[in-house]
T-cell receptor, first 109, second 113 residues
Framework: DAKTTQPPSMDCAEGRAANLPCNHS???????VYWYRQIHSQGPQYIIH???NNETNEMASLIITEDRKSSTLILPHATLRDTAVYYC??????????FGTGTSLTVIP | SQTIHQWPATLVQPVGSPLSLECTVE??????LYWYRQAAGRGLQLLFY??????ISSEVPQNLSASRPQDRQFILSSKKLLLSDSGFYLC????????????FGDGTRLSIL
């Protein structure tokens, strides 16, 4: 599975959109992009996943570039409860996830 | 709806003692099951995954083993714990077809003394 690169930390003001980037330049044509978040001392929570089209659900939007080498997770109106570590994962079948160190997002009041 | 249960939530064990962590899934059949470990301040490391009863794949050589005696039960074991086995252990499940996301339990925090 392709490797991903994320910034180690980001801040976002409460109520503003949080845009979390992820680079996956070696992604193959059939690999999906998954996003999870982990609040301290809890199990990771699934957020969203996609192949090539932009995706949106009740939690977030996922924007994948046309060449698929990078993606952005958008939390439209960040709240304090969105403070967490966010992981971007690339996987062919979803059965072997390799988690990096993710991005630690801090939402500031 | 599907739910995943892990227990215990926390565990303190002496070095050299055995270990058994259990994970069960409800509301689905024939799921893929996974065990991960997370060391303090680190990302998750995949330890084992299973696509069916009795079918276990190991990702890293270690002091641990896994078993799947029933369709929705996944057990992580050790005969003799090491200090390096300390960590946060997470079980996850996914639908056994296509690129479906994994869903995680609440984890077990294991401390070895």
């Amino acid at each position: 599975d392709a490797k991903t690169t994320q910034p180690p930390s980001m801040d976002c003001a409460e109520g503003r959109a949080a845009n979390l980037p992820c680079n996956h330049s070696t992604i193959s044509g059939n690999e999906y992009v998954y996003w999870y978040r982990q609040i301290h001392s809890q199990g990771p929570q699934y957020i969203i996943h996609g192949l090539k089209n932009n995706e949106t659900n009740e939690m977030a939007s996922l924007i994948i570039t046309e060449d698929r080498k990078s993606s952005t997770l958008i939390l439209p109106h960040a709240t304090l409860r969105d403070t967490a570590v966010y992981y971007c994962i690339v996987s062919l079948l979803g059965n072997q996830f390799y988690f990096g160190t993710g991005t630690s997002l801090t939402v500031i009041p | 709806s599907q739910t995943i249960h892990q227990w215990p939530a926390t565990l303190v064990q002496p070095v050299g003692s055995p270990l058994s962590l259990e994970c069960t899934v409800e509301g689905t059949s024939n799921p893929n099951l996974y065990w991960y470990r997370q060391a303090a301040g680190r990302g998750l490391q995949l330890l084992f995954y299973s696509v069916g009863i009795g079918q276990i794949s190991s990702e890293v050589p270690q002091n641990l083993s896994a078993s799947r005696p029933q369709d929705r039960q996944f057990i992580l074991s050790s005969k003799k714990l090491l200090l390096s086995d300390s960590g946060f252990y997470l079980c996850a499940w996914s639908v056994n077809s296509g690129p479906q996301p994994q869903h995680f339990g609440d984890g077990t925090r294991l401390s070895i003394l």
